[in-house]
Nanobody, 131 residues
Framework: QVRLVQSGGGLAQPGGSLRLSCVASGFTWDYSIGWFRQVTGKEREGISCISSSDGTTYYEDSVKGRFTISRDNAKNTVYLQMNDLKPEDTAVYYC?????????????????????????WGQGTPVTVSS
């Protein structure tokens, strides 16, 4: 019913590229959607989010200039193009869609800390960057 289906990810070499996709179904994508990642033993962290209304984007400092978020409203899909990958990018990557209408930056920062009823989460996909 209400779900996000992720694809992409896998193994890449340092300096390489990967593209993640996330398709939403079972709900109307009215608000922000974004990408989060979680390293084993650490808390989930928002890295890039985009507003569905005007396309405003937010990037966490560590991925600025390397990652690009985009969306296709007609296909209900959000993408994350990851370039110049580094070993520290290794993590499980999750997409999530806001159900509440908070500011895009706020969503990216607080979504991992608030109730899971306030956003829809994908199942996650691992990204490994290693020589």
């Amino acid at each position: 019913q209400v779900r996000l289906v992720q694809s992409g990810g896998g193994l890449a070499q340092p300096g390489g590229s990967l593209r993640l996709s996330c398709v939403a179904s079972g709900f109307t994508w009215d608000y922000s959607i974004g990408w989060f990642r979680q390293v084993t033993g650490k808390e989930r962290e928002g890295i890039s989010c985009i507003s569905s209304s005007d396309g405003t984007t937010y990037y966490e400092d560590s991925v600025k200039g390397r990652f690009t978020i985009s969306r296709d409203n007609a296909k209900n899909t959000v993408y994350l193009q990851m370039n110049d990958l580094k070993p520290e990018d290794t993590a499980v990557y999750y997409c999530a869609a806001d159900l509440t209408g908070v500011d895009v930056q706020t969503f990216c920062v607080v979504a991992p800390k608030r109730s899971d009823d306030l956003e829809v989460w994908g199942q996650g996909t691992p990204v490994t960057v290693s020589s």
